[in-house]
């Protein structure tokens, strides 16, 4: 099925976003300083860096700005990597490890700031991240994971019990992590926002504008749209899970994996205070995740992963069952609508930065979590153009690498959604 094939994107978070500006599609051949490809969190962020410098820089996307995954996100701000800093040290070797690491623990409280820096309209909340083991045994993923996030300085501590059933409002967990520096925003605002401020420094942001190739000429490169082109020195591809061919070979570097999301209708004033009262967001350690938040509204939204862009009857049925086991106090009818995007899964869970030509960036690959790292990304893209050495940028720049066996991954995610799924319930039942 081709991009444009699965154009909707009908998340809630449209009827509380902040209004979008109105964009206009590409037209005519012009020249900018930078391109970038995608006007997501990860391209708006280094729209914004690049355009406070002066320096010109052109956004394209093939629909309009937060219409990717940042417009449907479930919008938490977790910062923290999959992995224990150990893992990813070994991983990425000395220099990069400790270089990541500290861009994840510093990746919460950089997006805030930027927020608060830029007064983005996006009802941000800082209140925390709850991270809650779905069974016993999976109390020593969040002890490790504990002991190695919290010696890099990262406010991280445990809830337990009664107090963590208070906190979420649902007995479904017993242990969890708080991480401080967790939270949320609304993620269509957030984007709409990142433009607009872009666009008043500077930037001009272009809609239905797919770009459909990327040619060099002399040491420029001139990108094309069905009725324009954009020459400029560098092109910043920021397309994330909506990655095409467009660039050879980034599109295997990752694999697309559907997450979805479902809200509830409003809730009573009675019911939103009694699920995660102080704000928190809350997320768990199954490898089907289960996640939610309150809009910092009157509604609840609640995650999980899925095997449709649209949220298919297998995944509204899950959502349904994951809502129900956390917070059985709602019921299925409660769910007013739901709604799936893309986001890009790496080999190694952490995100990849691409130079494959001199002019050419690629930034991508949050597994989940680009909601923080996207924005740190953004800002990592705009360093590289204006003068960082790659040597010294705090992910390392990596070649391209195909993801094995690529084709068969829609067969392969789809499969494993159902097995991980299976095991993530006989935890419950029997660890
Ligand atoms: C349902 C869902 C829930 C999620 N929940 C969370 C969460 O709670 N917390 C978290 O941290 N992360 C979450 N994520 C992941 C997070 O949303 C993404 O990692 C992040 O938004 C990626 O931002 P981005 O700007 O890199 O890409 P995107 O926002 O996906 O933007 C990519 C853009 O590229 C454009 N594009 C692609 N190809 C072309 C082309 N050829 N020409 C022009 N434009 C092109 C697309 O139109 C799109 O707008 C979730 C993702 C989904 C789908």
């Not at 109105?22 to 300083?33: E, F, K, R, S, Y």
């Not at 409002?169 to 969890?176: C, E, K, M």
Request: aromatic share 8%; hydrophobic share 35%.
């Amino acid at each position: 099925m081709t991009l444009r094939q699965q154009q909707t994107n009908n998340s809630f978070w449209h009827q509380t976003a902040t209004p979008a500006a109105a964009v206009q599609a590409l037209q005519g051949d012009i020249t900018a300083d930078v391109t970038i490809i995608g006007a997501g969190i990860t391209g708006l962020r280094a729209a914004l860096e690049l355009a406070q410098q002066n320096i010109n820089v052109v956004v394209l996307d093939s629909h309009e700005p937060g219409w990717g995954a940042s417009g449907r996100t479930g919008g938490q701000v977790n910062p923290l990597a999959h992995a224990t800093p150990d893992a990813i040290i070994k991983q990425l070797g000395p220099v990069y490890g400790p270089r990541m690491l500290e861009s994840y623990v510093n990746s919460g409280d950089e997006t805030f700031a930027l927020i608060d820096q830029h007064q983005l309209q996006c009802d941000p909340v800082q209140n925390g991240w709850l991270r809650g083991a779905h069974c016993p045994s999976a109390i020593s993923e969040l002890e490790s994971m504990y002991r190695g996030w919290s010696e890099l300085g990262l406010k991280i501590s445990f809830v337990e019990g009664e107090k963590l059933h208070q906190l979420t409002g649902s007995s479904a967990y017993n242990t969890a992590t708080l991480v401080e520096s967790g939270g949320c925003i609304q993620p269509l605002s957030y984007s709409r926002e990142l433009a607009r401020v872009a666009e008043e420094k500077g930037a001009d942001i272009y809609g239905r504008s797919a770009v459909t190739a990327v040619k060099a000429q002399g040491d420029q490169w001139q990108v094309h749209t069905a009725a324009g082109s954009v020459t400029s020195q560098w092109v910043l591809f920021c397309t994330n899970g909506y990655t095409d061919n467009t660039l050879k070979g980034l599109q295997k570097t990752i694999v697309p994996l559907i997450s979805v999301q479902a809200v509830t209708r409003p809730l009573s004033d009675e019911e939103y205070a009694s699920i995660l009262p102080q704000g928190h967001t809350l997320a768990d350690t199954r490898r089907v995740i289960y996640y939610s938040r309150k809009d910092n509204r009157n509604r609840l939204l609640f995650g999980s992963l899925g095997m449709a862009e649209h949220a298919n009857n297998a995944d509204r049925k899950r959502l349904q069952r994951g809502l129900q086991k956390t917070f059985p106090q709602l019921s299925p009818d409660d769910i007013e609508s739901y709604w799936g995007g893309r986001l890009a899964f790496t080999p190694e869970v952490l995100p990849h930065l691409h130079e494959p030509a001199p002019g050419i960036l690629a930034g991508l690959g949050y597994n989940g979590r680009g909601v923080a790292m996207g924005t740190v990304m953004g800002r990592i893209l705009a360093e590289r153009v204006t003068g960082a050495r790659p040597e010294d940028l705090p992910i390392p720049t990596t070649a391209f690498k195909s993801f094995p066996f690529h084709r068969f991954h829609k067969l392969g995610v789809q499969s494993a959604i159902k097995y991980f799924e299976l095991r993530d319930n006989l935890d419950v039942k029997f660890f």
